[in-house]
């Protein structure tokens, strides 16, 4: 096995390990929502803090459920990295042409034939 195949299993386990460890060891067990998210938990933190605070802003819209609102952050993410991939392939295209093309200017330089295929003495 490669030193670069070892490493990529070693992180798979690591980022599996991540995953699993706190669901196996029960992390969360006393909480009602175990892994709720940051805004839940802020949300319930400032309220505990302060029982008459009033938010600055209002949501544009408040999605109908928590389904929904996972759905519609996962198409978010999505999205993202689509366009990520789109700009790191457009990116990685655009070099791998401009190779191309430097090697082909180089290629066809040195070689002195012409295009009926007669050899030329190069200057």
């Given at each position: 096995?490669?030193?670069?195949?070892?490493?990529?299993?070693?992180?798979?386990?690591i980022?599996?390990?991540?995953?699993?460890?706190?669901?196996?060891?029960?992390?969360?067990?006393?909480?009602?929502?175990?892994?709720?998210?940051?805004?839940?938990?802020?949300?319930t933190?400032?309220?505990?803090?302060?029982?008459?605070?009033?938010?600055?802003?209002?949501?544009?819209?408040?999605?109908?459920?928590?389904?929904?609102?996972?759905?519609?952050?996962?198409?978010?993410?999505?999205?993202?990295?689509?366009?990520?991939?789109?700009?790191?392939?457009?990116?990685?295209?655009?070099?791998?042409?401009?190779?191309?093309?430097?090697?082909?200017?180089?290629?066809?330089?040195g070689?002195?034939?012409?295009?009926?295929?007669?050899?030329?003495?190069?200057?």
């Amino acid at each position: 096995m490669s030193r670069n195949a070892k490493i990529n299993t070693l992180l798979v386990l690591i980022v599996v390990a991540l995953a699993v460890l706190p669901l196996a060891l029960g992390l969360g067990d006393h909480k009602e929502e175990p892994f709720a998210g940051a805004d839940a938990q802020a949300e319930t933190a400032i309220t505990e803090l302060e029982p008459d605070y009033e938010p600055w802003f209002s949501p544009l819209y408040e999605p109908p459920s928590g389904e929904v609102e996972s759905a519609l952050f996962a198409l978010q993410a999505a999205l993202g990295a689509g366009v990520l991939a789109y700009y790191f392939g457009l990116h990685r295209g655009r070099r791998q042409a401009e190779a191309r093309a430097a090697d082909a200017a180089d290629g066809s330089a040195g070689t002195g034939t012409t295009s009926g295929g007669a050899t030329t003495a190069a200057p």
